[in-house]
């Protein structure tokens, strides 16, 4: 016993000297190195992750989290990433102080000359990215996402020539990328959720990541895109890009995934498009593409997708094209054609110019309508206000007679939405338990008839909200599968998404008690109320933002209305459950969870799964209906608040805005500036704003009947949107309120 006693103190000094080694050597980190660190921690304003930072911190020898890696190379700092969160939630700010300089944070980080890699994620950091950020000579990665960044991207960044991933997503960067092509080891670029524009930029074509998605880049898609060989990922989504697809887009030897909807983007794709074996997502929906699509991208496999709605094409299915009309008007502000179209585009002069006339003609004919309606509107109140130029609507009762063919379709519509979301999964219940600190009372959000919600943490970091459902013991056992696999296909852009469920069962006595944890994405970055009222996020939330937000929800909601038979409706789609995450991107929470359809005695009726769920009444097609139309009028409210800045929490409220607003049109010309909130004043187009009122007042209609349906909405929004967009790029402010 003696040996093995002396063996185990020999052991334990040795670990000990072996600790005091390492500390000590920790310590020979340069004092210069040592001072900007800590410096670092109070520019930063004392972030959680550098929280326990002090003088005797081993900082080489940190273990890393998903919030903090530090780490070493010869005793100098070769990488840092900072992963902060500063939720509005919890009385937080979302930006750092104002006495925070972004200049003075950069000017300390530059005393790091041997970084690699610095990742500098949701800190609350506002301000100018300073032009010394190429004082890295020694950088790979620079990722800033997430942030508040203002202002133009330095030119200087083009300087940085050892850089391989430029990530500056999710601020508010703006004017002209800086020519980056001296950056020829850069292999990814992601700048995406900023106000760029409205050049596209210039790149080196090494790239294999380039995101620009939701910012202004405006023109062409440039052509010489096709000798991007080792590019796996394009995504140009939600820009104001136009005219032709270049075909060779699609048969890049590397590309993956691409993005290209919600743009305005003409012509057809050729028929003899060949797609590369490796592309495995096509997103072209939002355009004004017209005629069929290649036969590579005509169907969807498990090796893939193809989504293409919100067009006019002649191909999949038919009820999510736009009528040939919607896209003829664009056609004529398209580029001429790929050469392989010439001949023919040289033969259709007559047809192009007969429809120039016609449409002409309609212009004014629309002119005179447009006049006697208003005219009319002096002497009676109108029942529904004129929509510009409705998609025909699909009512409620073709809706609840889809086949079971119809409801596979959506299910993989609904599996295309999970592209670029994160992977839904099973947890278990110690993932859970940790998450929510044994469902800690303190984390609890909400305890109602809708189930108890929890906020959590997962171990990546991410916060999550974790929702607690009783099974009803009438389900049979064997539909839950089924049913949880139709959850999982609940995923959108606009919705706070369901990541996974857990399921567990306890035996009391006969009974077999079943509990479902459901567990969704939390946003921290506030309500769409909030922009709405707190002064500090006002000031961001101009009317561009706002109609982008709403038509995110309309969004939300028209795949809500869409996603599973029989659809998702009559949701608690108040402001307060529009959520809005870093990159203003708005989110729909406590939106129903699907009913199952059953067939009794050959009638059709719904049951629902889970106990004590408030949801809608349905058990009818009269109540489906209903159902649509009332989130139709909770839409309405929140572009009515949205418009003025006003509560419209009470009935009362509504009825006083909505005899404001109809009052305005009586004027000659239309008056609005009195009834837009006074926040928004110079930020619009006197036309975008005027048919954004016309289709709130239709929503909030006190007939169900008279109330628009979402396609209507939908395509309202978006043709608002487009006003807007002409309006803030053109030099002619005249008519500015």
């Not at 007939?703 to 209507?712: A, G, V």
Request: hydrophobic share 40%.
């Amino acid at each position: 016993m003696g040996f093995l006693s002396l063996s185990k103190f020999v052991f334990s000094t040795a670990l000990l000297l072996l600790f005091v080694f390492r500390a000590s050597e920790a310590q020979q980190l340069p004092t210069s190195q040592l001072k900007t660190l800590l410096r670092l921690q109070r520019l930063l304003e004392y972030p959680p992750a550098l929280a326990g930072w002090s003088r005797a911190t081993p900082f080489c020898y940190l273990p890393p989290s998903p919030s903090l890696t530090v780490s070493c190379s010869g005793n100098r700092i070769v990488e840092l990433v900072i992963v902060g969160d500063r939720p509005a939630s919890t009385g937080a700010r979302n930006v750092l102080s104002p006495a925070f300089s972004s200049d003075s944070l950069f000017t300390t980080l530059s005393r790091l000359p041997s970084l690699t890699t610095l990742s500098l994620v949701g800190l609350g950091i506002w301000g100018p990215l300073p032009s010394k950020v190429d004082r890295f000579s020694s950088l790979k990665v620079l990722n800033l996402s997430s942030n508040y960044f203002t202002g133009a991207i330095p030119v200087e960044i083009s300087t940085m020539t050892s850089l391989q991933n430029l990530v500056l997503s999710g601020n508010s960067f703006n004017g002209t990328l800086p020519d980056l092509k001296p950056l020829t080891a850069l292999q990814e670029l992601d700048v995406g959720g900023n106000r760029l524009g409205p050049d596209f930029p210039s790149l080196s074509n090494g790239l294999v990541t380039l995101i620009l998605r939701n910012n202004s880049f405006q023109g062409n898609i440039p052509a010489n895109l096709a000798a991007y060989h080792q590019l796996r990922k394009l995504d140009l989504s939600s820009n104001r890009l136009v005219g032709w697809i270049p075909p060779l887009l699609f048969s890049l030897t590397s590309v993956q995934y691409l993005d290209l909807s919600d743009n305005r983007l003409t012509g057809e794709i050729p028929t003899n498009v060949s797609c590369s074996h490796a592309l495995a997502f096509v997103d072209v929906t939002n355009n004004r593409l017209f005629g069929g699509l290649p036969s590579c991208m005509l169907l969807n496999s498990s090796s893939r997708v193809v989504m293409s709605s919100g067009n006019c094409l002649n191909a999949g299915d038919l009820r999510y094209q736009h009528p040939n009309a919607y896209c003829e008007n664009a056609a004529f502000a398209a580029v001429l054609p790929p050469a392989n179209k010439m001949s023919r585009s040289k033969s259709n002069v007559g047809v192009i110019l007969g429809i120039a006339g016609g449409i002409v003609v309609g212009v004014a004919l629309l002119g005179l309508s447009v006049f006697f309606v208003f005219r009319r509107s002096k002497e009676v109140e109108p029942k529904a206000i004129v929509l510009h130029k409705p998609i025909p609507a699909k009512s409620s009762t073709q809706d609840t007679t889809r086949t079971p063919a119809d409801a596979r379709h959506l299910s993989e519509a609904a599996r295309m939405e999970t592209i670029g979301l994160t992977p839904y999964r099973v947890f278990s219940m110690e993932e859970l338990e940790e998450a929510t600190n044994r469902f800690d009372p303190s984390n609890l959000i909400e305890d109602s008839a809708r189930g108890q919600f929890y906020k959590g943490w997962l171990r990546d970091g991410s916060i999550v909200t974790v929702r607690r459902l009783k099974l009803n013991q009438k389900m049979s056992p064997q539909n839950l599968p089924q049913y949880l696999d139709i959850i999982s296909k609940i995923r959108h852009h606009h919705l706070a998404s369901i990541l996974g469920h857990c399921i567990i069962s306890s035996q009391d006595g006969v009974n077999i008690t079943t509990i479902i944890y459901l567990v969704s994405e939390h946003f921290t970055n506030g309500t769409l109320r909030s922009h709405l009222t707190e002064w500090r996020k006002r000031e961001m939330l101009k009317w561009p933002q706002r109609l982008a937000a709403v038509t995110g929800v309309a969004r939300g909601i028209q795949f809500l209305h869409t996603v599973t038979v029989p659809c998702i409706i009559g949701n608690d789609i108040n402001i307060e459950n529009v959520l809005l995450d870093k990159t203003l991107t708005a989110k729909i929470n406590n939106y129903n969870l699907p009913l199952l359809l059953k067939n009794k005695n050959n009638k059709i009726g719904y049951e629902k799964p889970f106990v004590a769920v408030e949801e809608s009444n349905l058990g009818s097609v009269q109540n489906l209906e209903h159902g649509e139309k009332e989130d139709i009028y909770q839409l309405g409210l929140i572009l009515l608040e949205s418009i003025t800045g006003k509560p419209t929490g009470l009935q009362s409220e509504v009825d006083i805005l909505r005899s404001q607003l109809l009052k305005s049109f009586t004027d000659s010309p239309p008056d609005l500036k009195g009834v837009a909130d006074p926040a928004i004043r110079g930020t619009y187009a006197v036309d975008s704003l005027k048919t954004a009122v016309e289709m709130a007042l239709n929503c909030v209609s006190g007939d169900p009947n008279q109330r628009p349906s979402i396609d209507d909405v939908l395509w309202n929004l978006q043709y608002s949107a487009q006003i807007q967009d002409g309006w803030a790029s053109s030099e002619n402010i005249s008519i500015q309120v």
